[in-house]
């Protein structure tokens, strides 16, 4: 897929992996979108990139959906989506308490994590891919949507039953959903990001961050949000990779805990 004059939006496109994603992408000569919660750090981002920004709660359908409406009237209908919004969340699903009280996990932060981060990735995809359909295919076809699932789908770690849940969904959604979109030219591939450089981790305090990073093979660091966007802009670029989930995570395989 041609980059120049492409349009692409990016959900969770303020900070962290989603922005080194829009910089990225406009470098290349996109026409970003940058949906994000952040108004102050997604409208200067913008204005940066010479982009439009949405403020967006993709777990709420009226608000994605007015979004899409928005970057469309911009920068016209999106040939690229890449969805980077989510959150996490850690707690067991049943523990004892310091008391000794056994304690289950709350459903309602299990639907939470879910909803945002596997739910509000699929419902941007469905209106992506929706509008990818009312356009003319070129050599590269109709469009691309690129999800961001993590190393926790398949190496879900202690606490992490929730996240790994809504993770796993996106990697488990990625072939069928190309499947479903290969015969009308839009191509769906997902990451699956390790350890990076994002405002989460980066409130780790140091002790931490060794400690994880002593679970990477090599490079023995946290991954950059610029190395995201890298891997995006080859799903982007090479018009052969499809229905790919693709680890980036310096050969890391996560213990239990």
């Not at 041609?2 to 303020?14: P, V, Y």
């Not at 000569?29 to 913008?46: M, P, S, T």
């Not at 606490?159 to 796993?168: D, H, L, M, P, R």
Request: glycine share 12%.
């Amino acid at each position: 897929m041609q980059f120049k004059g492409a349009s692409a939006i990016i959900t969770g496109g303020a900070s962290g992996l989603g922005e080194g994603t829009a910089r990225r992408l406009a470098a290349e000569g996109c026409k970003v979108a940058i949906f994000d919660l952040n108004a102050e750090r997604g409208e200067a981002l913008a204005k940066e990139l010479g982009g439009v920004f949405a403020q967006v709660n993709v777990a709420d359908v009226d608000s994605v959906k007015a979004g899409f409406a928005k970057a469309r009237a911009a920068n016209g209908q999106e040939r690229i989506l890449v969805n980077c919004a989510g959150i996490g969340w850690a707690e067991k699903t049943a523990r004892r308490s310091s008391s000794g009280d056994i304690v289950g996990h709350q459903l309602d932060k299990f639907a939470l994590v879910v909803n945002i981060n596997l739910i509000g990735s699929f419902n941007c995809a469905v209106l992506a891919a929706e509008g990818m359909l009312t356009l003319d295919p070129d050599a590269s076809g109709r469009g691309v949507i690129i999800n961001t699932a993590s190393v926790a789908a398949q190496d879900g770690q202690i606490g992490q039953v929730a996240y790994s849940a809504s993770k796993g969904g996106i990697y488990g959604m990625t072939l069928p959903m190309a499947r479903d979109l290969a015969r009308e030219g839009v191509r769906v591939n997902t990451i699956l990001p390790g350890f990076f450089e994002t405002p989460i981790y980066q409130q780790m305090p140091p002790e931490v961050k060794v400690n994880l990073a002593s679970h990477l093979q090599f490079p023995q660091r946290f991954g950059t949000p610029a190395e995201y966007a890298d891997l995006v802009a080859f799903m982007v670029g090479n018009d052969y990779i499809n229905a790919e989930c693709v680890r980036l995570d310096a050969g890391a395989r996560m213990p239990p805990k």
